[in-house]
């Protein structure tokens, strides 16, 4: 089930575009203002893309830089509520890159999103560093010496940190951020420790956002964002209830899931 509730939409094949498979999906998302082409098969739009954008404080006529863009979901949601940004999305997998120059024009954002192949270890020569107001990213969740029961390519790549691990997609977002410039990226709460330690004496006005399941249930995900080369303290904000007691999402959360509203902590 996709982030808005609703099912994948028809398999397409797309000539030239196609994942191993050959199938990929149209969706939509934030209500039906993001249309969304993504492989049927592997790693698939969930939330944590969507709330990513929404806690991006960019404004008009600035440049962002999305890390791990994979399909575009996140540059698309991001641009969806500010459409006067420039983003650049960057990827190592050409499938998703591609999939996301798709998105860009199928979004009418050709203009606006830019998505580039490439790697955090080693960033493409086109991106200067230090010339982005914000960077945001989904880093891979899982460490690297910890097995996903997945023969889905895409999506253990997505889920599961390779050669690059999460000091060094932090490393890479702060090279490539202005002074006073904005990281945001989401990730496993229970690795807040280190997130946090990747992010000492580099970044300060840090503020946490847990999204909370509901209930009496521990937070999966946290929101982290911070201001290069500033200093202030560390904020832990009460966060997000992402479901009802009687099932769905909080008006809350539908308001950033639907109607793209931003994450505001």
Known sequence: MRSDGSGPGAALAVPGREP??????EDALLGGRVRLRQPVAGFRAAIDPIFLAAAVPAGPSEV?????????VAALCLLARQPDLHVTGLDLDPVLVRLAGDNARLNGLSGRFLPVGGDVLNMPPRLAPGSFHHVMCNPPHLPSAVSVPS?????????REGAARLSD????????LRPKGSV???HRADRL?????TLRGQVGDIAVCPLWPGGDRPAKRVIVRGRKGVAGPT???????????????????????????????
């Open 235 to 265: 904020c832990l904000n009460p966060g997000m209830i992402l479901h009802a007691p009687g099932g769905g999402f909080t008006g809350a959360a539908e308001a950033i899931l639907r109607d793209a509203a931003p994450l505001r902590f």
């Open 184 to 186: 945001t990226l989401v």
């Open 20 to 25: 191993a498979d050959g199938a990929v999906s």
């Open 169 to 176: 997609w932090v490393a890479a977002a702060l090279v490539m």
């Open 193 to 197: 420790d280190e997130v946090l330690a």
């Open 64 to 72: 962002v830089l999305d890390l791990g863009c994979g399909a575009g």
């Open 151 to 159: 023969s889905r390519d895409s999506r253990e790549t997505a889920m």
